[in-house]
Structures are given as structure tokens and as C-alpha cells.
């Protein structure tokens, strides 16, 4: 049985896309935004960054590829089907990062496709809508493994309306410490976006909580990094 997995990634030079993202709510932007297969559920599919030959030359495009996954939920093989020559080894590089659910029975063969694109640049007085990207699973120097709860999407740092109208956007870096039942015991701001926002989304941070996926509870609390992208977004083509 076959089916098949969609990614589209957008250049890091213009849109940094974290793992696992979670968008606002009422998003419509591009984004890396995979289409579970009825086979293979992903778990983790970054990319690696837009290739520097194919942002000189403004190349975009899709690239389709034949992946085995084997029993650890890893991509054991790739083949390319077919895509522009400048953006084959990037797509490459990205299926030795994903990770599935381990199929039953492995290894399983699946068809992915990864497209590059540029998005329309975009400035806080002419979007229409606000976007925030965070990460769901954090792996810590220790090498634990956390997930977000559940119900963290209702809990999403806020992104007023005024901040982003004034241009305020971009990528924020929390270290979080999280203790062995899962709360945020300590939050700091290892890379800022704006004062105000850092304050709030750190206030925010203070009440989410972690459910340990791997790793030893014993070496609790430990440290993660959480990646969080602020950023507008223009009406599409059509929209308006």
C-alpha cells in the first residue's frame, strides 16, 4: 500500500519553520504543513535550510522522493523521483531528520514530497493576520525528550494586534526548565524579539507543562529550548 506525505518548506533566510510547529489559530500561510498519510503518522519532519545555489538563482520547486522507513520510525533509504537538480540534495538532507511512528510490519515505502517557495515579503502595516510557530517535542543536552500537553494550544503566547501592526516580529529562544512532574519551573529569554513580548510570552511559558517521551525522570529538573516565531502574513493572491 502506498500513499502519500507533503511538506512544503519555505526559505529560513525569510521564514524559520520549527519542528512540530503548531500555527495560530486561523493561519492560511505557507508552511511546512504534512499530510499524514493513511500508512506512515509523522512525528518529526524538519528541513534543512533552503539551498544558498537555489536562493541565488530563485529557484522553486518540488521535489518527490520514494522513502523506506524501517522499524525505528526512521528514513532507512530515499530515492529521488523527481524535482529541480538544485534542490535534490536539500530534500535529501531533510528525510535523514524525519522521524514516523514505526510502521507495522516495517520497513514500509512511502512516496514524500518536499516543495520550496518564497513567500511574499511581508511588513507589520500590510498584513492582515498574525502567525505564531512553536515547537511541541524539545529534547534537552541530557537527552530527554518532552512533549507539550495537550491542551498547550489553547495556552498560545499572545501576539496583540498592535505589536504586529507595528512590525514587531520574528524568532524568539526560551530556556525553560521543567521539573519531573512537568511544570515550568524557570523561564528565560536566551534570544529576545521585543521587551513586551518577551515579558508576556515568558509569563505565558510559566504555566505550561511537559509529559516526559523519553529519556530518565531521574536527572530532573532539566533544561530545554523552545524555539517561537512571531511573524504577520499578507493576504494571498485572490484573498482580497
Not at 76 to 101: C, H, N, Y
Not at 204 to 210: D, I, K, L, P, V
Request: net charge neutral; proline share 11%; glycine share 6%.
Amino acid at each position: 500500500m502506498r500513499s502519500f506525505l507533503g511538506l512544503l518548506l519555505l526559505p529560513v533566510s525569510l521564514l524559520l519553520c520549527a519542528p512540530y510547529a503548531m500555527p495560530q489559530k486561523g493561519s492560511r500561510s505557507p508552511q511546512p504543513n504534512p499530510r499524514p498519510p493513511s500508512r506512515l503518522v509523522p512525528i518529526k519532519t524538519p528541513n534543512v535550510p533552503y539551498p544558498d545555489e537555489a536562493l541565488k538563482k530563485h529557484v522553486e520547486g518540488t521535489v518527490v522522493l520514494s522513502i523506506t522507513v524501517n522499524a525505528q520510525g526512521k528514513v532507512s533509504d530515499a530515492k529521488v523521483i523527481s524535482g529541480p537538480p538544485e534542490l535534490i540534495q536539500a530534500a535529501l538532507d531533510s528525510t535523514r531528520l524525519w522521524e514516523f511512528v514505526p510502521p507495522a510490519p516495517p520497513p514500509f515505502t512511502d512516496t514524500a514530497s518536499v516543495s520550496y517557495a518564497f513567500p511574499k515579503p511581508c511588513t507589520g502595516p500590510e498584513a492582515d493576520r498574525e502567525e505564531v510557530e512553536m515547537g511541541s517535542r524539545l529534547t534537552s543536552e541530557r537527552g530527554n525528550v518532552v512533549g507539550v500537553d495537550e491542551q498547550l494550544d489553547s495556552h498560545s503566547p499572545a501576539y496583540p494586534q498592535q505589536v504586529w501592526q507595528a512590525g514587531v516580529a520574528g524568532r524568539m529562544v526560551l530556556s525553560l526548565t521543567v521539573d519531573s512532574g512537568g511544570h515550568v519551573t524557570q523561564v528565560s529569554v536566551v534570544k529576545s524579539v521585543s521587551s513586551d513580548l518577551d515579558r508576556t510570552t515568558a509569563a505565558t511559558a510559566r504555566s505550561w507543562r511537559f509529559k516526559l517521551l523519553s529519556g530518565d525522570p531521574r536527572t530532573f529538573p532539566d533544561v530545554f529550548l523552545l524555539g517561537i516565531e512571531f511573524r504577520t502574513a499578507c493576504p494571498y493572491r485572490g484573498d482580497r
